[in-house]
């Protein structure tokens, strides 16, 4: 008989539900970004899948590729005509900061990780 020692769960879509953090912190965010760059909100979203392209494009697969960073840089870049690190860093705190106010546990998780660990194993958390 084999002993389970250790439970490897996916972050993403299984202890919360990603689409409904990311929509709200996007919302939020490209609501800021269209006050600040005078456009509308539609053309944000234009520029800003755009952006992520570009950066998807540049860096292959891998994690950085990811990077909400990144894709409000070339975003803002976008519609500005040059670089405002300030404005990016802004919209990245807010963006995260959003997101993560909606994150939230799904029902039984916390449950699911107070028996565990009462069992002695050891829990990995893992996310691309």
Do not use: P
């Amino acid at each position: 008989m084999q002993i389970i020692r250790a439970i490897f769960l996916d972050l993403d879509d299984t202890l919360y539900a990603y689409k409904v953090a990311n929509e709200y912190a996007q919302q939020n965010t490209f609501l800021f970004l269209s006050n600040r760059l005078r456009c509308s909100e539609k053309e944000l979203f234009s520029h800003f899948t755009y952006a992520r392209e570009i950066v998807h494009n540049t860096l292959g697969n891998v994690a950085s590729a990811h990077s909400r960073l990144l894709y409000f840089q070339k975003c803002i870049e976008q519609i500005s005509g040059k670089t405002n690190m300030s404005l990016t860093i802004e919209a990245h705190k807010l963006f995260w900061d959003s997101f993560l106010s909606r994150a939230e546990l799904r029902d039984g998780v916390r449950e699911f990780l107070t028996l565990v660990k009462k069992q002695g194993k050891k829990v990995v958390i893992v996310s691309d």
